[in-house]
Nanobody, 123 residues
Framework: QVQLVESGGGSVQTGGSLRLSCSYS????????LGWFRQAPGKEREGVATFRADGTTTYADSVKGRFTISRDRAKNTLTLQMNNLKPEDSAGYYC?????????????????WGQGTDVTVSS
């Protein structure tokens, strides 16, 4: 079981930046692959980025070069730095944890999720 709490969403203009944080905790000693996915109203969920147990990362093509995922193991915090935001980035963003050392972007939908935080980018 994993508890995840997101924060940091908000409203920005095109080209702006936001930093999302996810505080996570677990009652087990399992290894987790972490990540972020998003869902906009009326659209399918989209995996945004993963952070594997070995520290490697994966990004969706739509965010490569603009978003950076990182983890602070000591603070049990996962962060998504989002730069050069576009209106199409507007969505609810969810922190996810998958009980595995490795995961794909779509695997994130199958794990534990937080409540989400909303991001709105205006043109």
């Amino acid at each position: 079981q994993v508890q995840l709490v997101e924060s940091g969403g908000g409203s920005v203009q095109t080209g702006g930046s936001l930093r999302l944080s996810c505080s996570y905790s677990t009652t087990t000693h399992s290894t987790y692959c972490l990540g972020w996915f998003r869902q906009a109203p009326g659209k399918e969920r989209e995996g945004v980025a993963t952070f594997r147990a070995d520290g490697t990362t994966t990004y969706a093509d739509s965010v490569k070069g603009r978003f950076t995922i990182s983890r602070d193991r000591a603070k049990n915090t996962l962060t998504l730095q989002m730069n050069n935001l576009k209106p199409e980035d507007s969505a609810g963003y969810y922190c996810a944890a998958v009980s595995a050392r490795d995961c794909t972007l779509s695997d994130l939908f199958l794990g534990f999720w937080g409540q989400g935080t909303d991001v709105t980018v205006s043109s």
